[in-house]
């Protein structure tokens, strides 16, 4: 590396980033390289580098996947171990996208107006959600770090490609894995007090093991006063997946009761909420 790039902390992480931008998108449109250029800002890539002086990051290794809110890259730390590095884009289009669902949580109550607050407490939001799903034993990606609107976490996948969607996966046992995810489901909402709310075929990964829940930043909690509605689209989503695949479905009636049944005991009990 160049004299002038070890002296300047800004240039480390432009340099790797202008590495990927040339490798992935080097021949590709201007559309590609605009967004490229909308996730790495000069405060993304200064809140890299700090992660980079902490030695969570020391490469950027190739995209994972690029959603509606973030951008997901395969990074290698200083210890050679592999994490994902999802970078939440701070454009005004996100900003509309998100604001609603931090705006109706109660744990970011306050939080209005100002897009760079929103945007952060939407990663502070995934990170939390990921710590409650995972105490609750669903399988989601474990969550390593947030800074800013960074969130560092577990990489599923091998060392050559990330983890296939479910949609893309041909599965051996099809009902087991319909099994899974309904009892993450009930997981979710019984012990972590969460709905996922935009759960599908798109935002489940299959590894060798089994399925991982992803994306969970919009996930609300079960007293939210449409926590129900989204819990039932999960369902339906899910069951419309599977029926597809010729799995004996439970009915979105049967499985809405049984995963809110031990819920409702708590609370008519008294119980905590």
Do not use: C
Request: proline residues 4%.
């Amino acid at each position: 590396m160049p004299r002038n790039q070890q002296d300047n902390p800004y240039a480390v992480i432009e340099h790797a980033v202008q590495k990927l931008k040339a490798k992935e998108y080097g021949a590709r449109e201007d559309q590609d390289r605009k967004t490229m250029d909308e996730v790495f800002d000069r405060r993304a890539m200064l809140a890299i580098y700090k992660l980079m002086t902490e030695g969570l990051i020391e490469s950027i290794d190739f995209p994972i996947s690029t959603g509606k809110e973030a951008n997901i890259f395969r990074v290698t730390s200083k210890e050679d171990k592999r994490f994902a590095l999802k970078i939440y884009r701070t454009s005004n289009a996100t900003f509309k996208r998100i604001a609603r669902y931090i705006e109706a949580d109660p744990r970011f109550h306050g939080i209005t107006g100002n897009r760079r607050k929103v945007i952060l407490a939407w990663a502070t939001k995934e990170y939390r959600n990921l710590l409650r799903l995972q105490k609750a034993k669903v399988r989601v990606p474990e969550p390593i770090k947030f800074y800013q609107n960074l969130l560092l976490m577990e990489y599923i996948g091998t060392e050559q490609m990330p983890a296939p969607m479910l949609r893309n996966v041909l599965l051996e046992d099809p009902m087991a894995t319909y099994k899974i995810i309904l009892k993450y489901i009930r997981l979710a909402y019984q012990k972590a007090e969460l709905v996922h709310g935009d759960l599908s075929e798109y935002n489940i990964l299959m590894e060798e093991a089994g399925p991982v829940i992803i994306d969970v930043g919009q996930a609300l909690t079960t007293e939210h006063p449409n926590a129900d509605d989204y819990l039932k689209r999960d369902i339906e989503n899910i069951n419309r997946y599977f029926r597809s695949l010729d799995v004996k479905i439970k009915t979105t009636e049967e499985v809405m009761i049984q995963v809110k049944k031990k819920r409702e005991v708590k609370k008519a009990k008294g119980g905590k909420k």
